[in-house]
C-alpha cells in the first residue's frame, strides 16, 4: 500500500517515526462494527485530531498508520481530503496491540533514529506533549508520557476484599506516544519473541529486556478515547482550552 503516497520529502528534518496505533476493534466504545477512531468531536474527527499533533510536530519525520483491514479505504480518503504530508503508509494490524505495533516498527525508515507509538485514541495529545517526551527519549534511550495517579489504589483478592493500599506516592497512569531509540526498540522486540513476552503497552517489552523507561509528567488532558461518554469530556477539555486561548 506504500505505493499510493507520495514521498516524503527530505526537507523534514525530524528523526522520529509515529506509529498510529487503530487497529483495535472498539469493542467497548460501539457494539457494532464502528471505530471509534471515526467518531466525531466538535466536528472533527478523533484520528484527524491524533493525527495532526503529529503531523505539526517538528521531530516528527513520518507516520504510519496501523489500521483494520475493513477500514483501509476510509483512511486512504481521510488522508487525501486532509492533506497530510507526513503519511508514509497505512498498514493493516494484526489480532492484539503487540502484533499491530511490530507491524508497524517493519515500515519504519532508515532515516529515523526512534520511534514513537500512539493510540489513535488519545486524541487530546499536543505536539507540545509529543516534543516533551521525544527529549526525554533522546536523553534515556526510551520515554513515555504520563501522568501521576492521585486517587488511593487498593489491591483486592479474588473475592473483592482489600488485600493491602498502594503507595500512591509510586503509582503512574501510563499514557502514550511512548518512543524509544529504535535500535533499542529492535532488540526489545527480538527479546520478546524469544521468551513469548505477551505485553499490553511497549514499555512492558522494554520493561522485559531490562531497559529503564523514564515517565515524563504530561497531565491529565492527554485521555483516550473509550467509552461513548469520553467523547463528551473530551469536548468540554477542548472547549476549555479554545476558551483560555481567546
Request: glycine share 4%; with cysteine.
Amino acid at each position: 500500500m506504500k505505493n499510493i503516497f507520495s514521498q516524503i520529502s527530505d526537507i523534514i528534518h525530524g528523526d522520529v517515526t509515529a506509529i498510529i496505533l487503530c487497529a483495535g476493534n472498539s469493542a467497548r466504545f460501539s457494539s457494532g462494527n464502528n471505530s471509534k477512531q471515526f467518531a466525531e468531536i466538535l466536528g472533527k474527527s478523533v484520528i484527524v485530531r491524533t493525527i495532526e499533533a503529529f503531523e505539526k510536530c517538528h521531530s516528527i519525520r513520518e507516520i504510519i498508520l496501523v489500521v483494520r483491514k475493513e477500514d483501509t479505504s476510509e483512511y486512504n480518503k481521510l488522508i487525501c481530503d486532509n492533506a497530510f504530508k507526513k503519511i508514509a503508509c497505512i498498514v493493516v494490524g494484526g489480532d492484539t496491540r503487540q502484533i499491530s505495533a511490530m507491524r508497524g516498527f517493519k515500515h519504519v525508515s532508515e532515516k529515523s533514529n526512534y520511534v514513537a507509538f500512539h493510540d489513535g485514541a488519545r486524541c487530546l495529545v499536543t505536539p507540545d506533549i509529543i516534543e516533551s517526551v521525544v527529549k526525554a527519549a533522546k536523553e534515556h534511550n526510551a520515554a513515555t508520557a504520563a501522568t501521576h495517579t492521585l486517587d488511593t489504589v487498593k489491591v483486592a483478592d479474588k473475592d473483592g476484599n482489600i488485600v493491602k493500599t498502594v503507595d500512591r506516592e509510586v503509582l503512574w497512569a501510563v499514557q502514550t506516544p511512548q518512543i524509544f531509540e529504535k535500535n533499542l526498540y529492535r532488540s526489545c522486540i527480538e527479546n520478546a519473541i524469544t521468551k513469548a513476552i505477551s505485553a499490553t503497552d511497549d514499555c512492558m517489552l522494554a520493561e522485559a529486556y531490562g531497559q529503564k523507561v523514564k515517565l515524563v509528567e504530561t497531565g491529565k488532558m492527554n485521555i483516550k478515547i473509550t467509552y461513548k461518554e469520553d467523547l463528551q469530556l473530551a469536548e468540554a477539555i477542548l472547549s476549555m482550552s479554545e476558551e483560555k486561548e481567546e
